[in-house]
């Protein structure tokens, strides 16, 4: 894979994720590049075997930008208010994706109780804390955790 | 899960919480405590499944800004060279310096023990692994010579052999390395913000835990500037010290310099404020091509020979 095809292949997915968990544009931008870093940096890791090109470059997305919110979690608010936030998510987007793991990830998703599929996209997608989540939807923070951690955990059992 | 041993259940329950960045302080000691008594625990799986499940809930793809583009663009030739345009991923640059022979058991001490931490490391990673008895400290002592004539690259000399990926040109790809004209100043971090706007050609890594569960949290960066032989150190989540009892020291890997002689980069402590700490380095000798940094933790005062025992925070250069 070229390195230009790399940017333009998965600049915009970098982009999208780190735009959700970091503080500002500003923030997300030096994120990508330390991401686009990384990816060069780790290539030679990456196993077609293991998942495809767009979870290793998620993982290592993930990685970095959990990283930088470890250390701004304390004066991190999320800025877009909940029911937008709400409002946004659905198990699969119009852009759906091909890959067949993702395709079983959101099967799984789907059969999940909904309040859960909200707290996985609220974690997830928008980096909220489980503080957060819990003060957001009401829910209480045990029960949060406990929906994120199942539901990864679920996912990882359907892996081969 | 089911039926699993609560320790194994525990070490679950909290790895996801740590791929979701949701460990508190305690937490963090309780999962490392937790890794350290089972080894064989792989989190990579773990890993693998928050991202698919990220993707799964679904991800806009939002086109990327110009201007970052254009800087994605610039970190790529500074990290391939310029032929990297025509490069793949698949086969990148070869590097004048095997980092994996220069680092000796310092590389070999931090993989063993980032793989015992969160960090994620695939089953088919090609990191040969290390009999336990490479773990065994090093005896590193700092050689007694005078600085000029320890290193004798000039700093542009430096500069231009570190690996493409070892330097960030954080103002312009083509900036000129200026001559040391600052004084050092009295306030860390506002030094640490006007050396990164000062146009020089900067070298800016992250800090990745080392393993020792002081740096389990661990993030910031370091800075340093190859032409003014000055540079800072920035941490966020590093354990605070008790000062008395411990302390910090930064050794600083130079690729002109046998392995086994870091250069000293200074004692140190941790506030544990929650905006960080800045600390300005202080290397003993003339640093070349910096190839690492790595952090110990060192009784009070720290020590000339390092054994290596407890590395706090590690950030590499290529």
């Known amino acids: 894979m070229a390195v230009t095809r790399c940017i333009r292949r998965y600049g915009p997915l970098v982009w999208s994720i780190a735009r959700r968990l970091s503080p500002t544009s500003e923030d997300a931008e030096d994120a990508v ?30 990685r970095t930008l959990i990283d930088r919110l470890r250390s701004l979690r304390p004066r991190l608010r999320s800025e877009t208010p909940i029911d937008d936030v709400l409002e946004q998510e659905g198990p699969a987007t119009s852009r759906a994706e091909r890959d067949a793991e993702l395709e079983e ?18 974690s997830l997608v928008h980096g909220m804390s489980h503080a957060e989540i819990s003060s957001s939807t009401g ?17 990882r059992e359907s892996l081969p | 899960m089911k039926g699993a041993p609560p320790d194994i259940i525990r070490l679950n329950e909290l790895a996801v919480d740590a791929l979701l960045g949701a460990l508190s302080e305690e937490e963090a000691a309780e999962y490392a405590a937790l890794r350290a008594r089972h080894p064989e625990f792989d989190a990579a799986q773990l890993e693998r499944a928050a991202a698919i499940l990220h993707l799964a809930s679904g991800v806009e793809r939002e086109p990327l800004p110009e201007t ?37 058991g310092w590389v070999a001490a931090a993989a063993c023990l980032v793989c015992a931490s969160i960090l994620w490391v695939t089953r088919s990673s090609r990191v040969i692994p290390v009999p336990a008895a490479t773990l065994t400290p090093l005896t590193a002592r700092i050689p007694n010579q005078p600085a000029a004539a320890a290193n004798a690259a000039a700093p542009a ?20 390395v200026a001559a040391a004209t600052d004084a050092r100043p009295d306030d860390p971090a506002a030094a640490r913000a006007r050396l990164l706007a000062s146009g020089r050609i900067v070298l800016r890594r992250a800090w990745r835990a080392g393993g020792d569960p002081a740096g389990f949290l661990v993030s910031g960066d370091v800075v340093w500037d190859p032409a003014t032989q000055t540079g800072y150190i920035r941490f966020v989540g590093l354990r605070r010290n008790e000062p008395n009892t411990e302390q910090y020291q930064l050794w600083i890997f130079d690729a002109s310099r046998d392995e086994r002689y870091p250069v000293d980069g200074g004692v140190f402590n941790i506030s544990g404020a929650a905006q960080g700490d800045v600390i300005p380095i202080k290397a003993k000798l003339s640093v070349g091509v910096p190839l690492m940094f790595a952090v110990t933790i060192e009784r009070p005062g720290g020590v000339v020979v390092s054994d290596r025992a407890r590395i706090a925070a590690l950030a590499n250069t290529t």
């Open chain 2, 157 to 176: 000399a430096g500069l231009s052999a570190v690996p493409d990926a070892a330097i960030n040109a954080e103002s312009g790809h083509s900036a000129p």
């Open chain 1, 33 to 62: 590049q330390e991401i686009f870093l990384d990816i060069w940096r780790h290539a030679r890791r990456f196993d077609v075997t293991l998942g495809s090109e767009k979870v290793f470059v998620t993982m290592l997305a993930r």
């Open chain 1, 105 to 122: 990830a959101r099967q799984l998703l789907r059969s999940l109780p909904l309040p859960q599929q909200r707290v996985i996209a609220l």
């Open chain 2, 68 to 104: 970052l583009r254009a800087n994605l663009a610039g970190d790529a030739t500074d990290f391939f060279g310029e032929a990297w345009r025509t490069r793949s991923l698949e086969t990148p640059p070869h590097r004048r310096l095997a980092p994996w022979k220069l680092y000796g």
């Open chain 1, 139 to 155: 829910l209480p923070l045990g029960t949060v955790k406990t929906m994120l951690r199942r539901g990864v955990m679920r996912v």
